[in-house]
Nanobody, 111 residues
Framework: QVQLVESGGGLVQPGGSLRLSCTAS????????MSWYRQAPGKARELVAV???????NYADSVKGRFTISRDNVKNTVYLQMNDLKPEDTAVYYC?????WGQGTQVTVSS
């Protein structure tokens, strides 16, 4: 079965950086599009970034130029490098692939 395990969240000051990781198992990782979503309190879950099988990428307008999604098909892992973090980036971040979801990792941006 699909398993996705996120890590790397935490508390960071505005302007800081974090790198999230999501390790996948239970499917042929290299053949699937992988995505990062986030959900802030009281808000709907929203798409943050997508990476295709050929490593093409797309980003939400709110994170363009600050976040970078990447993948390692040997380690079955997708990453989200987040720079210049803002308080509005505070949310639970979820990994998505082959219709499955991870448990989420909390990112809090606060001084």
């Amino acid at each position: 079965q699909v398993q996705l395990v996120e890590s790397g969240g935490g508390l960071v000051q505005p302007g800081g950086s974090l790198r999230l990781s999501c390790t996948a198992s239970g499917f042929t990782f290299r053949t699937y599009v992988m995505s990062w979503y986030r959900q802030a309190p009281g808000k709907a879950r929203e798409l943050v970034a997508v990476i295709g099988v050929g490593s093409s990428t797309n980003y939400a307008d709110s994170v363009k130029g600050r976040f970078t999604i990447s993948r390692d098909n040997v380690k079955n892992t997708v990453y989200l490098q987040m720079n210049d973090l803002k308080p509005e980036d505070t949310a639970v971040y979820y990994c998505n692939g082959k219709g499955g979801w991870g448990q989420g990792t909390q990112v809090t941006v606060s001084s």
